[in-house]
């Protein structure tokens, strides 16, 4: 990600003259802290009248208060302030100018913020807790770089601007009812980020975030507007927001556009798009995590409490991991770019998704993209807009339905029944023979087209049969690791292997159309799933072996277990 540097004080005399501005719309009392280390409620001790002074306040600041941590406040290095008390009340506090790096413990507490908070880069800031900003007054916060903890907005008819980048990795940002927010083009970083309506009649909750970028982890990035609180106007458009395993979710009563957005790390159980109603650019990525799971557009992308408003766009759509779309209303893509090798794309059917301009297929020469419905036996819809045919090879289609102007070319593809407005040149079948012992499944440099063979041939495609036999594995233990994420075939033969060789599933999935016959001279490791479809007559022979989830997907079809199947887990 990239960050901003934050320049902390570009301009001391700027700054000086925002704080006194902020300090002097109270004219209430200026709290100074002396003595070093204390507790925030210790006012006989540490809550004096003027930096560095002896005569102290009767009370803690209250909400009309200016507290002030200076040069004057810590005579020794790393001295705290503790927050022992929780809903303690401040004006503004500023930490601008002090001296010996100090902490500030907040003691995992709330602290209510009538104006602004200014921190100073060389603190430190213990258990961050929560920063509640209120009142109807223009404020800001500055972090001066540390982790700060939950930040609530909670300015009904006030202002609040952010003057850093505000880096808070585990905890939560929210915008309130009626609160207006500036991110002046900073960044965001925190778990989770939320923006909210506010009610008919009342102040409209106001959202501006520029060019900032936005990073929400492990949790979810949410614009709230329901019957009750619908008013919320949200500029997001021209923001970079990365969504790192986390949910992406719009407003129900708000027309919501979110601007450039990158999913990362996404397990199955995350979506993306809940009530969105249009995203400028979305790039699927894979990260580093989750591998092995399909990103999810929600299927209520482009819900609206006003069904004519209903259906989402997306203006271009990049698509490097594999993903399933859930979709129930109809969904407009502007352009779409398959990216990555070995992708597989799951459209559902009860909606159609327009492609308006382009639909572009990246994947290398020896890898096979998959498209499909998520009903098997019902069609996915794609209208293909725009006029130019479109040429690919290496894919393979099931349960598709292309219409419109647009032409799809699918060459040495597999057919992989029930599609429609496709013309698709099929791949020739082969048996294939794995050859030189340890290897990823993707690598053809050990596949043969000859039981112990020369190598160089593509790995499997749905259309080929897949040998492990004697002439495979040269010693004891050797490893294939399945690297791919949507590996496919029609019959898989383990019998005859010798040297007990590994079958390591990396938790991935299978997609069989035929027979699969494992062997009790090996081993799995890390089981993975493994699918039967199509119509046909087949049979799986386990080896009794632990061999992970076993779906029977075969519509008409027939599926015979020939040994024990022993797969707890």
Known sequence: MKVKPINFIPNKFTLLTIMLCAFSAFGQSDYYWVGGTGNWSNYSSHWATSSGGNIFHTTTPSSNDNVIFDSNSFS??????????????????????????????????????????????????????????????????????????????????????????????????????????????????????????????????????????????????????????????????????????????????????????????????????????????????????????????????????????????????????????????????????FKADALTAIFGSSGTFTVSNSLTFQGGNCSVTTLKSTSAGNQANINLLFTNTVTATNLSIKDMAFTGSGTLVAQASVDNGNNSGVTITQLAARDLYWVGGTGNWSDSSHWSLSNGGSAGNCAPTPNDNVYFTSNSFSAANQTVTLDAANAAFINMDWTGVTNNPTFNMNSKSLEISGSVSYTTDMTINSPGTSTFITSSTVSLFSGEHRIGNVYVDKNGGVFNQLDNFMSDG
Do not use: C
């Open 76 to 337: 020794a290095n790393n001295q705290t302030v503790t927050l022992n008390a929780d809903n303690e009340s401040v004006g503004n506090m500023t930490w601008l100018g002090v001296t010996n790096t100090p902490t500030f413990n907040m003691s995992s507490k709330q602290l209510m913020v009538h104006g602004s908070i200014t921190y100073d880069p060389i603190m430190t800031i213990n258990s961050p807790g929560t920063l509640t900003f209120t009142s109807t007054n223009t404020s800001f916060l500055i972090s001066g770089g540390h982790r700060i903890g939950n930040v609530y907005i909670d300015k009904n008819g006030g202002v609040f601007n952010q003057l850093d980048n505000f880096m808070s990795d585990g905890y939560t940002f929210e915008v309130r009812a009626g609160s207006t927010y500036n991110s002046n083009d900073y960044d965001l970083y925190f778990n989770t980020i939320r923006f909210k309506g506010s009610p008919t009649g009342s102040t409209t909750t106001t959202i501006n975030t520029g060019t900032s970028e936005i990073t929400v982890r492990n949790g979810e990035l949410s614009i709230q507007s329901e019957s009750n609180y619908p008013n919320i106007i949200t500029n997001l458009a021209s923001s970079t927001i990365y969504i790192d395993r986390a949910s992406l979710n719009g407003g129900y009563y708000s027309v919501d556009n979110f601007g450039h957005v990158i999913t990362r790390n996404m397990p199955s159980w995350r979506e993306i798009g809940y009530r969105v109603d249009r995203i400028r650019k979305l790039e699927i990525t894979q990260g580093t995590s989750y591998q092995n799971d399909f990103t999810k557009i929600h299927s209520y992308f482009g819900d609206h409490h006003n069904s004519a408003l209903d259906g989402g766009i997306i203006d271009i759509l990049i698509i490097s991991k594999d993903t399933r779309f859930e979709n129930n209303f109809n969904t407009v893509i502007g352009d779409i770019e």
